[in-house]
């Protein structure tokens, strides 16, 4: 049976400050979830909160994965069930390699009571796995031996993310992949890599303006966000409209919505 991962009536702020005001959202395994909305409505907000970043302050609502309270369990407990997060601005580790980095990320998840310095994936069996995903998504071999996200190009730390995927095999993946600094050929890498990974056992959210990362992966089910709360869900259509004619037509068929956006702009505006 597949795996559902539920979000309910999820609220969270941040200094005090409310900003997801009341998310429901259920992904299974197997589905794929876009997540579109304009700028500032919340959107990396829920993604840091299932992966369980400690900066949010959770004032209501609950995140289950198959009845597991998701809310309880720090961001390892929560790899380790199975949620992935690619971060947006990954970090740069000069002096790690990539390959040690995902030996040990790897070994984390998979013996899960590993003490430090013991339990690692022996050497020659990761070098073996890390060599067939890596030609399985067109990585160059050459890549493990660099350090990690040192001197990336925006493309490479793209590539770095999907290899994680299949290394790691989550079952719910969490793509926020906003940042719009990303150029095609690295939107088309990670859309290519998503869909060769995607498959009956992983469920995908991907945070995205991108229609193109859209075309190689359609969405069976597209969410809008506004001022915290998903207000509409539609198929791929509606991606694909939003795209096209962006939020107005969302924010007059949600006019509540789109009032409580207006004030926390007049807020902005004025510190
Ligand atoms: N660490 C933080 N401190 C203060 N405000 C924050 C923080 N993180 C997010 N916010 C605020 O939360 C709101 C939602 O931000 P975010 O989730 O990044 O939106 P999106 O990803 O949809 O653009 C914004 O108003 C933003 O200013
Ligand atoms: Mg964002």
């Known amino acids: 049976m597949s795996a559902i991962l539920k979000i309910s009536d999820l609220r969270v702020a941040v200094d005090g400050k409310p900003i997801l005001k009341g998310v429901n959202l259920e992904i299974r395994q197997g589905e794929i979830h876009a997540l579109m909305g304009p700028n500032g409505c919340g959107k990396s907000t829920l993604a840091y909160v299932v992966a369980g970043h400690p900066k949010y302050e959770i004032t209501g609502g609950s995140i289950e994965l198959d ?28 002096g790690v390699k990539v390959s040690d980095f995902l030996r040990h990320a790897v070994s984390n998840v998979r013996n899960p009571d590993r003490k430090e310095g013991e339990g690692l994936i022996p050497m020659k069996d990761f070098r073996k796995e890390l060599k067939d995903r890596m030609s399985e998504i067109d ?8 350090y990690l996200n040192d001197g990336f190009s925006g493309g490479e730390k793209k590539r770095m993310e999907i290899l994680q995927l299949s290394l790691l095999r989550p079952r719910f993946a969490i793509l926020d992949e906003t940042d719009s600094g990303l150029d095609s050929d690295a939107v088309r890498a990670v859309s290519e890599g998503i869909n060769k990974l995607h498959g009956p056992h992983m469920g995908v959210l991907i945070i995205t303006h991108h229609e193109r990362l859209l075309e190689f992966n359609r969405p069976s089910f597209t969410h809008v966000m506004l001022a915290g709360k998903i207000v509409e869900t539609g198929d791929a259509s509606l991606a694909h409209d939003l795209h096209a004619n962006g939020y107005a037509a969302v924010r007059e068929r949600h006019p509540a919505e789109a009032a409580e956006e207006d004030a926390v702009k007049v807020v902005t505006a004025g510190v």
């Open 139 to 146: 990585i160059d071999s050459e890549f493990a031996r660099r």
């Open 67 to 94: 009845g597991v309270n998701v809310l309880e369990l720090d961001p390892c407990q929560r790899a380790r069930l199975g949620i992935f997060l690619a971060f947006q601005y990954p970090v740069t580790i000069p």
